[in-house]
């Protein structure tokens, strides 16, 4: 079926254990993210792609890696996962060509996250 | 530093009641406003959007207003149902932003409707 997927759904995890979450679209979007869901916090982005090869920082990055070397995948790995990383983690894709009522603004398509536990 | 910020956190409306939830923005770079909502167990969605040459847009019982000089927009939700239930998110972004394409997002409202 066409669409972004997140795996695993669940995890739990111990302090100090690497562990890498996995978004994989099929709409061969150029754009992707990665975001945190807290209470209070909002939705807060890690990490974003706007092609392959090609990620930037988002507003917490500290204590996450990306990569993307293909369009339709765009793994987050806790290299060192700590507490404050407990979370529910969103993947987002979103197209490049222009919106409805011009601009290059496309909706932002998520996944249904993976909520991550860190003991 | 919050750039888009939401009103009320939560929110109780009764069935068939308004629900209406805020959002203030800071950057005037901003020119693209769209609504997201969140069902538990689910990603985001968007919902609807506006740009600021109108100042409302409706589809269907959601409607946002928007008042570009109080850099205010808001979205009214008419004939609220208990299917409305969720958590609402504004946001605002740049339109012609290159290969910007981040979002600002308020901090979301928990919306509960009573039967």
């Known amino acids: 079926d066409a669409g972004i997927t997140q795996s695993p759904r669940y995890k739990i995890t111990e302090t100090g254990r690497q562990v890498t979450l996995m978004c994989h679209q099929t709409?061969?979007?150029?754009?992707m993210f990665w975001y945190r869901q807290d209470l209070g916090h909002g939705l807060r982005l890690i990490y974003y792609?706007?092609?392959?090869?090609?990620?930037d920082k988002g507003e917490v990055p500290d204590g996450y890696v990306v990569s993307r070397s293909k369009t339709e995948n765009f793994p987050l790995t806790l290299e060192s996962a700590t507490r404050s990383q407990t979370s529910v983690y969103f993947c987002?894709?979103?197209?490049?060509?222009?919106?409805?009522?011009?601009?290059?603004?496309?909706?932002?398509?998520f996944g249904d996250g993976t909520r991550l536990s860190i003991l | 530093q919050q750039q888009v910020k939401q009103s009320p956190q939560s929110l109780i409306v009764q069935k068939g009641g308004i629900s209406i939830i805020n959002c203030a923005y800071e950057n005037t770079a901003f020119d693209y406003f769209p609504w997201y909502q969140q069902f538990p167990g689910k990603g985001p969605a968007l919902l609807i959007a506006i740009r600021p040459d109108v100042s409302e847009k409706k589809e269907g019982r959601f409607t946002i207003s928007f008042n570009k000089s109080a850099k205010q927009f808001s979205l009214h939700i008419m004939d609220s149902q208990p299917g409305d239930s969720a958590t609402y998110f504004c946001?605002?972004?740049?339109?012609?932003?290159?290969?910007?394409?981040?979002?600002?997002w308020g901090l979301g409202t928990s919306l509960a409707v009573n039967p």
């Open positions: 792609s706007a092609a392959a090869d090609i990620t």
């Open positions: 709409w061969s979007h150029s754009y």
């Open positions: 987002a894709s979103s197209d490049n060509r222009q919106g409805a009522g011009g601009g290059l603004n496309q909706p932002q398509h």
């Open positions: 946001a605002a972004s740049p339109v012609n932003a290159g290969n910007n394409r981040k979002l600002i």
